[in-house]
């Protein structure tokens, strides 16, 4: 055998270089409990029903919108063909009504909708689905399913662990349990998030002093040391409850390093007065004004939750419980140690200086890693 | 209705997935019905007006095709999907082989042709088990072989790779046995030679296709840019690219040059406005455009951000270095592209993986993750300057 025998040549670097963009359509379904149509949109790339359908009618290598609304209905016809829904017991006709086109980020894709008429409300939703998958068997579908808010997705295959049918089953999930869901996260972002913790602690630990001829002194009762917690905490509560929607409902939107840089800033900021008192009263102001930018922060884990559409006020309130229930769980681990430890010699120079230095520390290293985008933390 | 058989299986996919759809719903403009007949909505690309062609040949032939004719139209989907780095082509390649993709009984070539698609889907293990078992049947074929030198370079495994192209030799021409030989031998600590070597066999005629000729240069100016020699490098790239001018991976690869050497403006120049370019290359021009400041950087930086989302949402992993670079030069997220790293570096292992996850860890402050790339430096012996500088960069802010 001669070297002519390998006839091409794979370069070496062929499998390390990266893709195009595979083949792939989004086929989004929408339903709602009691409803037995299921709204449908489906899009598809027009490169690859041009392969499938031959779009490009006249041959000049560019597909307009004249050609591809001629063909509208060999469109619904291929693509509905390729995709059947059943409700669990028998299989919904497909319905189509309009076609649009889109841009995605590797081109133009027709957008079909189309309703799936099911018998009854669906219990069990089936997906079968084989678009594409005889011409490019590394097609993907990337479903999402939407039901009463609650978003499921699943990547339709021709073989393997996905597969080209997907079953939903709609009885299990409730609008509790997305709350709960979202309270859950809501929960585990502030055992995670060491910065919002810190900013509690820092706003917390001179609630059990008053300051008095330029000096800290323990409060005299737990009902004083309970009302100022309250304060702070109610506060911070309100102002961040505000942010977090606002910034949920997509009314302001900030850049997510602005609101890390300006996070860490209000640790330093919170931890620092605690060394060098400057507002000493109303720790509450504090906690109002800088629980605006945290806010914008809970907003951002939220956002990359993913929230569901049709339950945007139930998912947000549940992660907002969520987050109060697990600052409530931080009060409660604080404040009645630092109560007890108010009188003792070690509290103001050991905890609230020694303490809030080490916070300010870090903080300081936070903000500046933020600001620049080092990755400090 | 014609229907297809379905599985009855279901598995739902993890809510990443919908975290990654609403992102990149939220990233394209919304669906429309243009005001104009005329309004032009794609334009297909000569690579994809090629597949195309070649579509309607292949059509014909697909029931029963004999395996001969379908290996030959799978060759051709394989040799344009290679160039453009185009992943619909690949999956063509695997349709035209029909029910030759599972057939238990394969001969040589097939097997071949099955780890080549396997291997660009960066499912080395399953394409080293085709490799294996075509040289079992025949264990003088050059194209398994050169393909098995290849992944085991991909992987980072020199010494493997320096043995299937010493077996390559013999059986390929002088071009193609020499580059598979220089480029490892560079990797193993022997650049000098190699690029010598190489330099020499190119300045020859030569018997080689421009593609093989575009691949020799393009090596050699990568183990030039290595040994932190920019001009040859650049020279080289040059030659390269007048072979080969529509080859992702060159122009990727001298994009790079260009960007280490600061010259964005020579890089947006090269890869020109396309935006259904690779992968690849968009990040390349993302990178320039940024640092520039174009007025087109932030549509390139999201149309990246999307495509990496729709990625992840298809559970596609064969991007993760770019991911990180994406991460770590332009969402300035260090801890993030730090991950990426490694898990890219658990599957392949070239300099590019290795520098990309130094500069992670450097970035990110945590030298213990850079680890593998540490040892694979150690190990190898591979000649890299600036990769040396990292690593030892690394040392001295961890000392700190």
């Keep these: ?377 | 209705m014609q229907y297809c058989r379905a599985s009855r299986h279901s598995r739902l996919a993890a809510a990443v997935f919908a975290a990654a759809m609403l992102v990149s719903a939220v990233a394209h403009a919304a669906p429309h019905r243009p005001a104009e007949d005329g309004v032009v909505l794609e334009r297909l690309s000569p690579a994809t007006v090629a597949l195309r062609s070649l579509r309607g040949e292949s059509a014909a032939l697909k029931t029963e095709a004999k395996l001969v004719d379908a290996l030959a139209a799978a060759r051709r989907y394989v040799e344009l999907g290679r160039t453009h780095s185009d992943p619909r082509a690949y999956g063509y390649a695997q349709a035209a082989l029909g029910t030759w993709w599972s057939s238990d009984h394969a001969p040589p070539e097939l097997l071949v042709m099955r780890a080549r698609i396997l291997q660009f889907r960066h499912d080395f293990g399953g394409a080293l088990a085709q490799i294996e078992a075509a040289l079992k049947a025949d264990p003088l074929n050059p194209e398994a072989w050169l393909l098995f030198a290849s992944i085991e370079q991909v992987r980072g495994n020199v010494r493997a790779s320096r043995m299937a192209c010493l077996k390559l030799i013999p059986l390929a021409d002088p071009l193609i046995g020499t580059t598979c030989a220089a480029s490892t031998a560079a990797l193993g600590g022997h650049a000098q030679q190699g690029e010598r070597v190489l330099a020499a066999v190119l300045a020859r005629p030569t018997a080689g296709s421009n593609s093989e000729r575009a691949w020799a240069w393009t090596t050699l100016a990568e183990m030039r840019e290595r040994l932190g020699d920019a001009a040859g490098a650049e020279s080289a790239f040059r030659q390269a690219l007048a072979l080969a001018p529509d080859d992702v991976y060159g122009r990727a690869a001298y994009a790079d040059l260009l960007l280490d050497l600061d010259r964005p403006r020579d890089v947006r120049l090269l890869l020109g406005v396309d935006p259904a370019q690779a992968d690849a290359t968009l990040l390349r021009a993302a990178l320039a455009a940024k640092r520039i400041g174009d007025a087109d950087a932030p549509l390139l930086l999201a149309s990246l951000a999307e495509r990496f989302a729709e990625a992840r949402a298809r559970g596609d992993e064969t991007h993760l270095r770019e991911q990180a670079r994406f991460a770590l030069e332009l969402d300035h997220d260090s801890a993030s592209a730090l991950d990426l790293a490694r898990r890219n570096f658990a599957v392949q292992r070239e300099p590019a993986d290795a520098r990309v996850l130094l500069e992670s860890a450097l970035a990110a402050g945590d030298r213990q993750a850079a680890a593998p790339a540490l040892d694979w430096l150690r190990d190898t012996g591979v000649d890299a300057p600036r990769l040396r500088g990292l690593a030892g960069q690394l040392a001295k802010e961890m000392r700190r």
């Design chain 1, 1 to 377: 055998m001669t070297w002519r025998s390998i006839g091409f040549l794979l370069l070496f670097a062929a499998g390390t270089s990266a893709a195009h963009k595979p083949s792939d359509s989004y086929l989004t379904l929408t339903m709602h409990s009691g409803a037995s149509n299921v709204s449908c949109q489906w899009d598809i790339a027009l490169r690859d029903l041009d392969l499938a359908l031959d779009l490009d009618a006249d041959s000049d290598h560019a597909i307009t919108w004249g050609e591809v609304r001629a063909r509208e209905r060999d469109l619904f016809g291929y693509a509905l063909g390729r995709l059947q829904l059943d409700d669990g017991a028998a299989s919904c006709p497909l319905v189509p009504g309009e076609l649009r086109v889109d841009d995605h980020s590797d081109g133009a894709y027709a957008v079909l909708e189309f309703f799936a008429a099911c018998a009854q409300p669906p219990v069990r939703l089936g997906v079968d689905y084989c678009l594409l998958f005889d011409i490019d068997p590394s097609h993907r579908g990337l479903l999402r399913l939407d039901a009463d808010g609650i978003s499921r997705s699943a990547v339709l295959s021709p073989t393997g662990p996905a597969q080209s049918r997907q079953q939903f089953d709609l009885t299990q999930t409730s609008r509790l349990d997305t709350f709960r869901q979202f309270a859950g996260d809501g929960m585990h972002h502030i055992w995670i998030g060491y910065d919002h913790l810190l900013f509690l602690i820092s706003l917390l630990l001179p609630a059990v002093l008053t300051r008095r001829d330029a000096t800290w002194q323990p409060v005299a009762s737990l009902r004083s040391a309970l009302l100022g917690v309250l304060a702070v905490v109610t506060a911070f509560t309100v102002s961040h409850s505000i942010t977090l929607t606002l910034a949920a409902l997509d009314l302001i939107d900030l850049p997510s390093r602005l609101v890390e840089s300006g996070i860490a800033l209000s640790v330093l900021l919170a931890s620092l007065n605690n060394v060098w008192p400057i507002v000493t009263r109303r720790g509450w102001v504090l906690a109002f004004a800088f629980g605006l930018v945290h806010g914008f922060g809970f907003a951002g884990v939220l956002g990359d939750l993913g929230l569901p559409r049709g339950a945007l006020t139930l998912a947000l309130a549940g992660f907002n419980i969520g987050v109060e229930i697990g600052q409530l769980a931080v009060v409660l681990a604080v404040v009645p140690l630092i109560y007890l430890l108010r009188h003792t010699h070690f509290y103001r120079p050991g905890i609230l200086v020694g303490g809030s230095s080490t916070i300010a520390l870090v903080a300081g290293v936070w903000f500046i890693g933020r600001v620049f985008g080092l990755g400090l933390g």
